[in-house]
């Protein structure tokens, strides 16, 4: 069954530093999307992405974020200068159609695991 | 999008049915329910969704009410897998807003 699959499962970095979360949306999907939980709270919609663009973006996504479709295969996160508070899991999804349509059921990946310290 | 209401924690026996119930008084005519599950700090998974008719696949069931004020999924046979939290959200399909989760339903099957 085809899946979305996220790496790293878990990144540790220092605060004020870059990382960049991967994932690979499932192959024939056209809007992807990121999502975070942090410890013991909701999950939270991050972004939304499709035909490479932003479609759209919670008051979360700010600045610090970014979202990139560098090939036709990966969908990456990037978050410039890490705080503490961005420590969180961060799911990766994609869907066949969009949240306009009927049939918007989305795939989430596993996570990646962002622990700033 | 409607607001959802749901109880916060249901137990249930392995092999039994399990019908986890939600309250969206305030749905309107296009809005549609949506039901995910996710297991223990894992991606939430789709489970099913409906407008006004009951549905049915694989993994469950969902029954809305007439009025459309409620629904239920139902798990036919629960598992120790099935053990997650349950998410009912419903959305407007012409909206580009995505899923808003709430905090949902701890369903803990029991062996």
């Known amino acids: 069954e085809p899946e979305v699959t996220q790496t790293p499962s878990h990144q540790v970095t220092q605060m004020g530093q870059e990382v960049i979360l991967r994932c690979v949306p499932i192959?024939?999907?056209?809007?992807f999307y990121w999502y975070r939980q942090i410890l013991g709270q909701k999950v939270e919609f991050l972004v939304s992405?499709?035909?490479?663009?932003?479609?759209?973006k919670s008051e979360i996504f700010d600045d610090q974020f970014s979202v990139e479709r560098p090939d036709g295969s990966n969908f990456t996160l990037k978050i410039r200068s890490t705080k503490l508070e961005d420590s969180a899991m961060y799911f990766c999804?994609?869907?066949?159609?969009?949240?306009?349509?009927?049939?918007?059921?989305?795939?989430f990946g596993q996570g990646t695991r962002l622990t700033v310290v | 999008d409607a607001k959802t209401t749901q109880p916060t924690s249901m137990d249930c026996a392995e092999g039994r049915a399990a019908n986890l119930p939600c309250n969206h008084s305030?749905?309107?005519?296009?809005?549609?329910v949506y039901w995910y599950r996710q297991i223990h700090s894992q991606g939430p998974q789709y489970i099913i969704h409906?407008?006004?008719n009951n549905e049915t696949n694989e993994m469950a069931s969902l029954i809305i009410t007439e009025d459309r004020k409620s629904s239920t999924l139902i798990l036919p046979h629960a598992t120790l897998r099935d053990t997650a939290v349950y998410y009912c959200?419903?959305?407007?399909?012409?909206?580009?807003?995505?899923?808003?989760f709430g905090s949902g339903t701890q369903l803990t099957v029991l062996p």
């Open positions: 999804a994609s869907s066949l159609q969009g949240a306009r349509q009927v049939n918007t059921e989305a795939f």
């Open positions: 192959s024939n999907h056209l809007y």
């Open positions: 992405f499709y035909n490479n663009e932003i479609s759209e």
């Open positions: 305030t749905i309107s005519g296009n809005e549609y």
């Open positions: 409906g407008l006004k």
């Open positions: 959200i419903v959305r407007y399909s012409g909206s580009a807003r995505q899923l808003t």
